[in-house]
Structures are given as C-alpha cells and as structure tokens.
T-cell receptor, first 118, second 112 residues
Framework: GAVVSQHPSWVICKSGTSVKIECRSLDFQATTMFWYRQFPKQSLMLMATSNEGSKATYEQGVEKDKFLINHASLTLSTLTVTSAHPEDSSFYIC??????????????FGPGTRLTVT | GENVEQHPSTLSVQEGDSAVIKCTYSDSASNYFPWYKQELGKGPQLIID?????GEKKDQRIAVTLNKTAKHFSLHITETQPEDSAVYFC???????????FGQGTRLTINP
C-alpha cells in the first residue's frame, strides 16, 4: 500500500497561537489530499479537499480563514489552525488519494495528529 | 448527496468466531466501497475495498460483499483474533467524485 505520514503526531499549544500540521505522501504522488477531524468515538468529518496547485475546497461549516490548507507540491499538504482555541482540540487526520493500479484510485490515511489547546 | 448507515455500532464476539458489519448507502451512483480499520490513537487503515462491478472480494480472513440492488455491502471477518479488535468504518464514493462518505463506525471487540 501507500504510506502517508503526518507531523507532528501530537502537539499542545496555548490559546491564541497557530499550529501547522504537515502531511506527506512518502512513496507516491498525491494530486488530491483530504483533511479530516475526528472527535472521540465519532466518525471522520471531512474538513476540506485540496488539489495540488489550487485552492482547497472546504466543507460546509468549516471556516477557511481558521483552517488554512496549502497543497504546495504533489507530496506535501499542510493544515494551519490559526488563533487556536480549546474547542479546536481534536484528532486531525490527513489522507491522500493514490493512483496505484492503473485508473483505480484508493485513499490512504496518515497516522493523525492530536491537537490540544490549553 | 450520498449517505452511509453502518450497523451495529458495537459488536462483541468470541475469539475464533465470525464477525459481520453491514452498511447501506443511499445513492445508486456510488461505485467504490472501501473498509477501514482504526486502532486507538491511529489513523484509519485500508483493509479491503470493492467496486460496483463485482459482488464479492476476499483477502485471507476478510471478505466484502456488495448487493447493488439493495444498496448494501458487508464486511465479514472469519476466525477472529484479538488483534482484530478495533473500530471499523465503511465508506462509499460516488462515481466521478473525489471524497468518501463514511459510516458511523463499528467498535469490534474480540473476547479471548
């Protein structure tokens, strides 16, 4: 399968500061990456879809000015949580779309980043 | 848009027994159905997927079946082992779309 990494795996920050999370596809090129948020014991909530070289498409209800997404290359996407508040504390997971078998797209997830805002 | 319902929300089985998790989807235009396993504190891991042109797919102890007419698909795990304990998510994707729509998840516990 394809490998997706995230950094950092966990981060604690103070309220009002910004935090950047990196997502990398290690052994494939990802034209499309996704960012999810997951609360305890809940399903994955899609925040945005980013295509390399273009602006991210945000899901309804997700503040684009608060959750800045940049997909600068085919192997790197970043999520920046700006002016973080305690309610932003969550598990953030990125995912990359991989074309591994001809025209068959599959989606692989990173290990997630636990964000705690104090 | 697409909606995916997953049942049961929790499932407990004895080690060695089989486990079945079921999902239904609403949009007949969906053509890709992956299953993910998520262990505590980790990201989801793709364990098996099926496309609408087949009715069943098997990989060792794991199998997925798809009934397009009824718009439901199921994950079957045979000879369950303690390491199968995790949360399992089904998902569906509309033909031509990029994003997956996830079910609510099933917490599977294998009792030794």
């Amino acid at each position: 399968g394809a490998v997706v990494s995230q950094h950092p795996s966990w981060v604690i920050c103070k309220s009002g500061t910004s935090v950047k999370i990196e997502c990398r596809s290690l052994d494939f090129q990802a034209t499309t990456m996704f960012w999810y948020r997951q609360f305890p014991k809940q399903s994955l909530m899609l925040m945005a879809t980013s295509n390399e070289g273009s602006k991210a498409t945000y899901e309804q209800g997700v503040e684009k000015d608060k959750f800045l997404i940049n997909h600068a290359s085919l192997t790197l996407s970043t999520l920046t949580v700006t002016s973080a508040h305690p309610e932003d504390s969550s598990f953030y997971i990125c995912s990359a779309r991989a074309l591994l078998r001809g025209t068959r797209y599959e989606q692989y997830f990173g290990p997630g980043t636990r964000l705690t805002v104090t | 848009g697409e909606n995916v319902e997953q049942h049961p929300s929790t499932l407990s089985v004895q080690e060695g027994d089989s486990a079945v998790i079921k999902c239904t989807y609403s949009d007949s235009a969906s053509n890709y159905f992956p299953w993910y396993k998520q262990e505590l504190g980790k990201g989801p891991q793709l364990i098996i997927d099926i496309r609408s042109n087949v009715g069943e797919k098997k990989d060792q102890r794991i199998a997925v079946t798809l009934n397009k007419t009824a718009k439901h698909f199921s994950l079957h795990i045979t000879e369950t082992q303690p390491e199968d304990s995790a949360v399992y998510f089904c998902a569906a994707r509309l033909q031509g779309a990029q994003k997956l729509v996830f079910g609510q998840g099933t917490r599977l516990t294998i009792n030794p």
